[in-house]
């Protein structure tokens, strides 16, 4: 199967966790289209009463569309579940998360969430983190500070750039360092570092955060708990 159907084939699988009642954390791409588009169809289908909290304007964008109910992470006292994609899932289960760059948003929401799942094709499952560039959502003034110091600390930084070429802004107007590691050997030691830097808003290490992967393989969707 191509990748775009083992995306198709998580998004679609994903909504059997989700019940009436639910509030439920809305993550951002291509993976979570597919599991919007699903639970869309089951709301309709099973006159469920669901509420969706999202992490991007691009996810409230097509959850607007399909006339899912929507609150805002303050405006609810629980989140019941949230499902996400990822961009890279390690052996132990820690992540990398923001190819989107919504990784503050997605942080928050996954932070404030009972249950966490991700649904990934099996691609994204690796031994260690660090082959997908790390992202870190930085504030603007002072950011060619903290990029030469992380060039100075040999992470290898990229500003993300727009196809017209522009530093890429953040739903919260920031930009995004995707640092190039290639191995992640000690994730939280890196994540701390990266917290104490001023500038830094938030970092797309994602750590202790799911309950339960749903990767898609050839032969159909496998779930890790
Ligand atoms: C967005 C994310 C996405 O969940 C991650 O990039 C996976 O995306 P996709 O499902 O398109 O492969 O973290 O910030």
Same mark, same amino acid.
């Not at 930084?157 to 050997?185: A, W, Y």
């Not at 917290?195 to 309950?211: A, D, I, W, Y």
């Given at each position: 199967?191509?990748?775009?159907?083992?995306?198709?084939?998580?998004?679609? +699988?994903?909504?059997?966790?989700?019940?009436?009642?639910?509030?439920?954390?809305?993550?951002?791409?291509?993976?979570? +289209?597919?599991?919007?588009?699903?639970?869309?169809?089951?709301?309709?289908?099973?006159?469920?009463?669901?509420?969706?909290?999202?992490?991007?304007?691009?996810?409230?964008?097509?959850?607007?569309?399909?006339?899912? +109910?929507?609150?805002?992470?303050?405006?609810?006292?629980?989140?019941?579940?949230?499902?996400?994609?990822?961009?890279?899932?390690?052996?132990?289960?820690?992540?990398?998360?923001?190819?989107?760059?919504?990784?503050?948003?997605?942080?928050?929401?996954?932070?404030?969430?009972?249950?966490?799942?991700?649904?990934?094709?099996?691609?994204?499952?690796?031994?260690?983190?660090?082959?997908?560039?790390?992202?870190?959502?930085?504030?603007?003034?002072?950011?060619?500070?903290?990029?030469?110091? #992380?060039?100075? +600390?040999?992470?290898?930084?990229? #500003?993300?750039?727009?196809?017209?070429?522009?530093?890429?802004?953040?739903?919260?107007?920031?930009?995004?360092?995707?640092?190039?590691?290639?191995?992640?050997?000690?994730?939280?030691?890196?994540?701390?570092?990266?917290?104490?830097?001023?500038?830094?808003?938030?970092?797309?290490?994602?750590?202790?955060?799911?309950?339960?992967?749903?990767?898609?393989?050839?032969?159909?969707?496998?779930?890790?708990?």
């Amino acid at each position: 199967m191509k990748q775009d159907e083992l995306k198709k084939l998580v998004g679609y +699988k994903a909504v059997d966790w989700i019940h009436d009642g639910m509030i439920v954390g809305l993550g951002t791409g291509s993976t979570v +289209k597919y599991m919007i588009n699903a639970l869309a169809r089951k709301i309709k289908n099973e006159h469920l009463n669901i509420t969706g909290v999202v992490t991007s304007n691009q996810t409230a964008n097509q959850a607007r569309l399909l006339g899912i +109910k929507l609150k805002s992470v303050d405006a609810v006292d629980h989140i019941d579940l949230t499902i996400d994609g990822a961009d890279e899932i390690s052996s132990d289960y820690q992540g990398i998360k923001g190819g989107g760059a919504a990784l503050l948003f997605e942080k928050i929401v996954a932070t404030n969430s009972k249950k966490n799942i991700w649904i990934v094709d099996q691609s994204k499952l690796v031994d260690q983190l660090g082959a997908f560039p790390l992202p870190v959502e930085v504030i603007p003034y002072g950011s060619r500070q903290l990029f030469s110091s #992380f060039k100075a +600390k040999g992470f290898h930084p990229e #500003f993300r750039i727009t196809t017209m070429g522009e530093k890429r802004k953040t739903d919260s107007g920031n930009f995004i360092i995707d640092l190039h590691l290639g191995k992640i050997s000690k994730p939280e030691k890196m994540a701390t570092y990266l917290k104490s830097q001023v500038g830094v808003v938030e970092h797309g290490l994602f750590l202790n955060t799911v309950n339960t992967v749903v990767a898609g393989y050839d032969d159909g969707p496998r779930v890790f708990e």
